[in-house]
């Protein structure tokens, strides 16, 4: 079955530490994105990509970086920078700029002690 | 319907009953909506979407309803079952623009 694959599902972080969540997906879907989500919240946008080896801030880039060396990847990494880490993370993917409909992973948990 | 905060607008219903799920967009612009279900620990699935140019659509037990005058989607279940417990959120999305936008969502609860 084609879809979005995220993982860990669960990670603990000492502050100080840079970590990087996974995405892969099998959809051959050019497009792909990072939200967080926080309680009480609607999504936010931390990145996106709209084709290999290029990809875009959005509303919440601060403190997170990427990388998008394969099409079917699309790692999060979440630096020291970020000052409020813990959230969930979600991962997802369109076919395409324009294709309004996202298809999303199951979710990062990152939680900071 | 949308809430700014700690803690989402929440609706109870019993097993069987029709659930209405409200959303307030604050884009004129906003040319095409998506509903989508959130089960705990779990990522967003799609649901239903509607255009700008209807004002209603309807799936499987789900209905959603369009007013640009007032800019408010709302989402209907039918005859709602504890399987459709979960948080509901819209999206709104501009015209020529991929610049989504979402609601913080709606806690569904279904009591059997």
């Known amino acids: 079955d084609g879809g979005i694959t995220q993982s860990p599902k669960y990670l603990f972080r000492k502050e100080g530490q840079n970590v990087t969540l996974s995405c892969e997906q099998n959809?051959?879907?050019?497009?792909m994105y990072w939200y967080r989500q926080d309680p009480g919240q609607g999504l936010r946008l931390i990145y996106y990509?709209?084709?290999?080896?290029?990809?875009q801030k959005g509303d919440i880039a601060e403190g997170y970086s990427v990388s998008r060396e394969k099409k079917e990847s699309f790692p999060l990494t979440v630096t020291s920078a970020q000052k409020n880490p813990t959230a969930f993370y979600l991962c997802?993917?369109?076919?395409?700029?324009?294709?309004?409909?996202?298809?999303f992973g199951a979710g990062s948990r990152l939680t900071v002690l | 319907g949308e809430s700014v905060g700690l803690h989402l607008p929440t609706l109870s219903v019993q097993e069987g009953d029709n659930s209405i799920i409200n959303c307030a967009y604050s884009?004129?612009?906003?040319?095409?909506f998506i509903w989508y279900k959130q089960e705990s620990g779990k990522g967003p699935q799609f649901i239903i979407d509607?255009?700008?140019?209807?004002d209603k659509r309807q799936g499987q037990r789900v209905t959603v309803l369009l007013n640009k005058t007032v800019k408010h989607l709302s989402l209907q279940i039918a005859a709602t079952q504890p399987g459709d417990s979960a948080v509901y959120f819209c999206?709104?999305?501009?015209?020529?623009?991929?610049?989504?936008?979402f609601g913080a969502g709606t806690r569904l609860t279904v009591k059997p």
């Open positions: 884009n004129s612009a906003s040319d095409y």
């Open positions: 509607i255009r700008s140019n209807m």
């Open positions: 997802a993917s369109t076919r395409g700029a324009g294709a309004n409909v996202l298809t």
């Open positions: 999206a709104e999305i501009p015209v020529n623009n991929n610049d989504m936008r």
């Open positions: 990509s709209q084709i290999v080896n290029d990809f």
């Open positions: 959809l051959n879907h050019d497009a």
